[in-house]
DNA sequence: TCTATAATTTTGACTAATCAAAATCTTTTT
DNA sequence: AAAAAGATTTTGATTAGTCAAAATTATAGA
């Protein structure tokens, strides 16, 4: 059995890994985002690759072995399906959400695991959008991103609206912000947290970052 | 902050102290509840002492400090609000809550644990009828007895199950036999070591002394 | 009281995880 | 290409928690 701590920097170098799209991930980096001393990251690679976890390059970085890959994975699930939980039932901040889940998912069983998902609904995405994997460790892999990942003047479509919350689905409906509907970024500001929206028929929508990370979306060739 | 090791011996020593009714655990006990080896029960009550959790009393035993009973009925709290989350919130078993709680415990914030509280609408007992402590760790005190201390023709309600026992737990909810739930003493034969009893509904149920040594209960007015 | 048994403590050793600081490689700059 | 800067590894040490087995102390029985 894996400690916590295990699966923590197991965890982290698959996040690192996904996010920069690189397959060797280096001490550096690892020794930052789990905050220890580099010398540990080290010493700490040794052991993963001694377990089995990793593949350890010296001076270049770590990959995950499959076995690894499939513990991170199970991490994230727990991680994610812990932040739904959090917001959604017992209605925590999203800003407070990271550091609670990061204690429980070391602890909660696989039995506790499939009721709690069983009793959220199977959701896919977490409340930040992020997908959540699959028991079997598979990701959702989605072409579509928050409309806040786009720049002014895109042309998209709407693909899904991740938020279950009803007072949302409400305004999005109204809004015309539903799947197919065709939009066009036509203004927005990073330090105002702002993002507006026309429609074809010209209609106009305001959207916060946080509203606007709920909304996913692809780019359309118009 | 204590590691969850620490939270581990104080709360099985406050569990200890109060079944017990004893002021001093004895090492060995101590030891066998947590299942290590004697001597490591010895050097951990020297590092528990230094660290002002309990007082300890070379060859006789530890208790705690103030300090460290604070701790140890936070710990109590935390176990039995997420028992009954468990069987309220998630649906499981009597039979299966306990280990689970038994991680959790140790990984959930205080934050949580009040949303949860709330969340459960504040319960005072959990699901085995054993009192939850408050916030400030107070214990609700009641006086029920086992179910053959009454006399025939008592109305009582069922406070809670003293064993732990898999057979017995899976035996008891079958027959009704759960906190919280009514019934009435239509038999009582001492000599031939049998209690009847009726449920509300008029279900029968008869238990044997030693079973009904094991099912706390209070006299209720009917 | 003296001995056998039970409980407790000591001793020496081990693993996981960590740090600080020195040593060693790599990469970049001049 | 040499020097400087940056990243990584080594080394030596520390802490928490644990075990096995020997040593010590209590307790109970004859």
Known sequence: MATSTVENYLKEILVITLDDEISKVPMGQIAKVLGVTPGTATSMAKSLERDGWVRYFPRVGVSLTRKGRKLAMNMLRRHRLLETFLVETLGFDWDEIHVEA???????SEKVLEKLDDFLGRPRFDPHGDPIPSKGGMIQQIASKPLSDFEKDTNLRIESIIDQNKEFLRFARKAK???????????KEVCADSITLKTSRGKLVN???RSAEKVLALPYES
Do not use: D
């Not at 990061?102 to 909660?108: G, Q, R, V, Y």
């Open 102 to 108: 990061e204690e429980l998912e070391h602890a909660i």
């Open 177 to 187: 912000l539903i799947p197919g509907q065709l939009f066009k970024i036509i203004g």
């Open 207 to 209: 959207l916060g970052f």
